[in-house]
């Protein structure tokens, strides 16, 4: 049988990765941005405060999902 070109374009690994990206940044930017609004808003440290977890943030994310990306490719490789 032949695959649909939705098939044939969800077996593509670009867009898998992209996919599991999206799905990434939505949960942990929503976690985020709660975090944030609880810096400014239920706290008496300066504002910046929450400027600065947020660049932090961005970093963390970048690398968390570099190890999560790496955790599935030794999966990947064990089978």
Do not use: H, Q
Request: glycine letters at 4%; hydrophobic letters at 55%.
């Amino acid at each position: 049988m032949t695959e649909s070109k939705i098939e044939k374009l969800m077996s593509n690994t670009l867009v898998k990765s992209f996919i599991a990206f999206a799905i990434f940044r939505a949960f942990y930017g929503t976690g985020i941005l709660i975090v944030t609004w609880l810096l400014a808003t239920e706290t008496n440290g300066p504002w910046w405060y929450s400027l600065i977890f947020l660049a932090f943030s961005m970093v963390f994310s970048r690398v968390l999902f570099k190890w999560i990306k790496s955790l599935k490719n030794e999966d990947n490789l064990a089978e």
